[in-house]
């Protein structure tokens, strides 16, 4: 069987464990956090490790809230992202606090990854669907060897994907005919109104986006080719911040984007009609505890994953 992890972002989860950390609030009916419905969903699709990536700072932490509990039941790998981990010749700016984005956690992963991997955000539930559909592209399509750059991701309907409670960032997707991704940008503070989502681009531009537009959650299907990009792109990233700048993040979207530009990835759109959910803001729990809930009552999980 052909070997695949799982990548989970989650080193933004925050300098504590408790109330207010919302990638670790309980959500389903057994005090599962929605890390575990990921993992749960990652596994029955075929996938054979977990990697997290963490900060060093939370590893104790992180192992007793929900690290040492997966290891019981699959291989994990942990990988660590840092803001002072740069390339030799660059030093963090003492004014920043802004970890450096996607790009630089998913590069992390370098030394515990060798094969084709997802990737996902620790904080988003995605549906079953998504983990299927990467995970056979994956084992059935792709070949890293032949195509090193011949990656995928899962594309979700913006409509499913918005919040009620606030403004989202989602990369916005342009989709050829062929299923092939053309381009993606960053779009933010998403919110619906009628019968489109309005927003801002990254010059802060008001933006119209239609609800059926496929949109970019940070689920990839990536190839370990990729993190040798990362590596290779990630100094030139830092060479070119601006005198000041201490926000700019080295992201996914922007990388894929760029390699997609310059002809040297080819990115296939698997869409994906699940419904999202993310704890995005406080008031988002309860409708998250609900949507669980209900998938609990029709048998789509268990009582207890785990």
Known sequence: MKETSLVIMAAGIGSRFGGGIKQLEPVGPSGEIIMDYSIYDALNAGFNKIVFI???????????????????????????????????????????????????????????????????????????????????????????????????????ILGNTLSENGGVTR??????????????????????????????????????????????????????????????????????????????EYLLPKIIDRLISQDKARVHVLETRDKWFGVTYKEDKPAVSAAIKDLVSKGIYPERLF
């Open 54 to 156: 963490i900060r060093k700072d939370l590893e104790q932490d992180f192992k007793e809230i929900i690290g040492n509990r997966i290891e019981k039941i699959a291989p994990v790998e942990y990988a660590f992202q840092e803001l002072d981990d740069l390339p030799a010749g660059f030093h963090k700016p003492e004014e920043r606090t802004k970890p450096w984005g996607t790009g630089q956690a998913i590069l992390c992963t370098k030394d515990v990854i060798q094969e084709p991997f997802a990737v996902i955000n620790a904080d988003d539930y995605y549906g079953k669907e998504g983990f299927i559909k990467i995970h056979d592209y994956l084992v059935n399509q792709m070949d890293p060897d032949v195509r090193p750059f011949d990656l995928c991701m899962s594309g979700f």
């Open 171 to 248: 990369g916005v997707c342009q989709v050829g005919s062929d299923g092939v991704l053309e381009k993606v940008t960053e779009t933010y503070e998403l919110i619906m109104d009628g019968g489109e989502a309005h927003g801002r681009d990254e010059a802060g531009n008001p933006v119209k986006v239609s609800l059926d537009q496929n949109v970019s959650m940070n689920m990839w299907g990536l190839s370990p080719a990729f993190l040798m990009e990362l590596e290779h792109g990630f100094p030139v990233f830092l060479e070119n911040l601006k005198e000041g700048d201490i926000k700019s």
